[in-house]
């Protein structure tokens, strides 16, 4: 009766049918997909113009999607034909307003600011959510978030305060958090998402109108003569993010979100700091200090406070 009740109340969580635990390793796999986009996004830094790098990633996402689910997408034209408003909208907060001022950010921010702007990815979605929704956490899940953060800052600053006395706000930093507050208002809307509509065909209307509304941002390019060299690296930091953080990730999250609820997918922000000094130690032979593992503990109590707090009938 109660999954019943679920189904008649919530049918796009019923439509996902995967299990809470699969729903979370989708969060921390789509975590670690993002942690290695932020290292491949500084690596382009100066290599491969932000409009330029937004418009190729998108289109070969949009290419990927359509020589999947092209036909099945074709199939449900007058099911989506109805929703193109919402589509775009969509479009728009989940893809043009945050991979492009992220990118462009990446230009101008610092190291220190832009892990500070990722810590607060978390506090930007259950903020977002009580604003759009009237969604409220409970007292452990509050905890969790101060928890998450904590551990954050403990990474980021290296367990000392006076690391911030060299924090500045600069236009890199104000894009990066316009980019955090476009994803949250994505999630919060996966909530109404069109039951009716497939999870690939939606990915798939989605990521194209992404590029439409991408491309006259990559005309200035062109007409600026912006342009980048087709050597090994650029090409692998184009497919990298083409597949992990567009093409894998985005399914990952649309499909999880549902099912654990904007808070607690919100958490994944807190992994990507984990998984970027992860990646740092194997990329680049950083070592490993005692903040990190203090900080990635003090993470792991958040994540468990949220997921152990949330409320039974939690929706996105």
Same mark, same amino acid.
């Not at 403990?154 to 890199?172: H, P, Y």
């Given at each position: 009766?109660?999954?019943?009740?679920?189904?008649?109340?919530?049918?796009?969580?019923?439509?996902?049918?995967?299990?809470?635990?699969?729903?979370?390793?989708?969060?921390?796999?789509?975590?670690?997909?993002?942690?290695?986009?932020?290292?491949?996004?500084?690596?382009?830094?100066?290599?491969?113009?932000?409009?330029?790098?937004?418009?190729?990633?998108?289109?070969?996402?949009?290419?990927?999607?359509?020589?999947?689910?092209?036909?099945?997408?074709?199939?449900?034209?007058?099911?989506?034909?109805?929703?193109?408003?919402?589509?775009?909208?969509?479009?728009?907060?989940?893809?043009?307003?945050?991979?492009?001022?992220?990118?462009?950010?990446?230009?101008?921010?610092?190291?220190?600011?832009?892990?500070?702007?990722?810590?607060?990815?978390?506090?930007?979605?259950?903020?977002?959510?009580?604003?759009?929704?009237?969604?409220?956490?409970?007292?452990?899940?509050?905890?969790?978030?101060?928890?998450?953060?904590?551990?954050?800052?403990?990474?980021?600053?290296?367990?000392?305060?006076?690391?911030?006395?060299?924090?500045?706000? #600069?236009? +890199?930093? !104000?894009?990066?958090? &316009?980019? =955090?507050? $476009?994803?949250?208002? %994505?999630?919060?809307?996966? @909530?109404?998402?069109?039951?009716?509509?497939?999870?690939?065909?939606?990915?798939?209307?989605?990521?194209?109108?992404?590029?439409?509304?991408?491309?006259?941002?990559?005309?200035?390019?062109?007409?600026?003569?912006?342009?980048?060299?087709?050597?090994?690296? #650029?090409? +692998?930091? !184009?497919?990298?993010? &083409?597949? =992990?953080? $567009?093409?894998?990730? %985005?399914?990952?999250?649309? @499909?999880?979100?549902?099912?654990?609820?904007?808070?607690?997918?919100?958490?994944?922000?807190?992994?990507?700091?984990?998984?970027?000094?992860?990646?740092?130690?194997?990329?680049?032979?950083?070592?490993?200090?005692?903040?990190?593992?203090?900080?990635?503990?003090?993470?792991?109590?958040?994540?468990?406070? &949220?997921?152990?707090?949330?409320?039974?009938?939690?929706?996105?």
């Amino acid at each position: 009766m109660a999954d019943n009740q679920l189904k008649s109340e919530n049918p796009a969580r019923a439509r996902t049918a995967i299990p809470y635990w699969l729903a979370l390793c989708f969060l921390v796999i789509g975590a670690l997909s993002w942690a290695g986009s932020s290292v491949a996004g500084r690596a382009a830094s100066g290599n491969i113009p932000p409009f330029t790098l937004s418009f190729i990633r998108w289109s070969c996402v949009a290419l990927l999607f359509l020589l999947v689910s092209g036909r099945q997408t074709w199939a449900e034209r007058h099911i989506i034909a109805p929703h193109l408003p919402l589509m775009a909208a969509f479009a728009f907060f989940g893809v043009v307003g945050f991979t492009v001022p992220y990118y462009v950010g990446l230009q101008f921010t610092v190291a220190v600011n832009a892990s500070l702007m990722n810590a607060s990815g978390t506090l930007w979605i259950v903020g977002t959510a009580f604003l759009m929704t009237g969604a409220l956490i409970t007292r452990k899940q509050a905890l969790g978030v101060a928890c998450g953060f904590s551990g954050t800052l403990m990474i980021v600053l290296r367990a000392d305060v006076s690391v911030l006395s060299n924090f500045t706000i #600069n236009i +890199g930093d !104000i894009l990066v958090l &316009v980019a =955090f507050f $476009s994803w949250a208002v %994505y999630t919060v809307m996966l @909530r109404w998402k069109p039951s009716e509509i497939g999870e690939m065909p939606f990915l798939t209307v989605m990521t194209c109108m992404a590029v439409v509304m991408i491309s006259p941002l990559y005309v200035v390019d062109l007409v600026q003569g912006k342009s980048f060299d087709a050597q090994i690296g #650029n090409l +692998g930091i !184009i497919a990298y993010a &083409v597949i =992990f953080p $567009s093409f894998l990730s %985005y399914i990952l999250w649309n @499909r999880a979100v549902p099912v654990v609820g904007s808070s607690v997918a919100g958490m994944a922000q807190y992994m990507i700091p984990i998984f970027g000094t992860t990646l740092s130690v194997i990329l680049l032979g950083e070592n490993i200090e005692n903040y990190h593992l203090a900080g990635i503990a003090v993470i792991f109590v958040g994540v468990w406070l &949220v997921t152990s707090g949330r409320k039974p009938d939690e929706e996105t």
